[in-house]
């Protein structure tokens, strides 16, 4: 009897422990140029479900954030898709220029245009769901 007991607890145990473990996923951002897709550098992150907490805040530099990303080689005909997780409420991209200065670009049918300018360009894309927020990261070189 103790057996079936013990037994009956350790499953009880491992099956609570699985369901604990998967059921929070961080929402992923990816980029997509000349259909090859890579994932974006997660910056800050919050997310608040039920009883699930999660917070990511991440003290590192844009530039920094931009260095963990392989830059993309891109022209200035292409179309850069951005894709994110979870169907967010709203999302806004910054685009920083070499000179420092930033400015929103606009998103249309979840795609941007590069500049027309040739240079190094890093974006800042700023996702808010219901439940959270995040910021990810990607940079291009138009050459």
Request: hydrophobic share 40%; proline share 2%; aromatic share 10%.
């Amino acid at each position: 009897m103790k057996k079936i007991f013990v037994i009956v607890m350790i499953i009880s145990i491992l099956a609570g422990c699985s369901r604990l473990s998967n059921t929070f996923n961080q929402a992923q951002g990816k980029v997509t140029v000349d259909n090859k897709e890579f994932t974006m550098v997660i910056g800050d992150f919050e997310w608040k479900e039920r009883n699930i907490e999660a917070r990511k805040i991440n003290s590192t530099d844009l530039n920094d954030l931009a260095d963990e990303f392989k830059t993309l080689q891109v022209q200035t005909d292409d179309k850069i898709k951005i894709e994110i997780e979870n169907n967010p409420s709203s999302i806004i991209i910054n685009q920083w220029n070499e000179d420092k200065t930033s400015n929103v670009v606009e998103l249309v049918d979840n795609k941007i245009t590069p500049p027309s300018k040739k240079g190094y360009y890093i974006y800042e894309v700023i996702v808010k769901w219901d439940n959270g927020k995040a910021t990810y990261v990607f940079d291009i070189d138009i050459k």
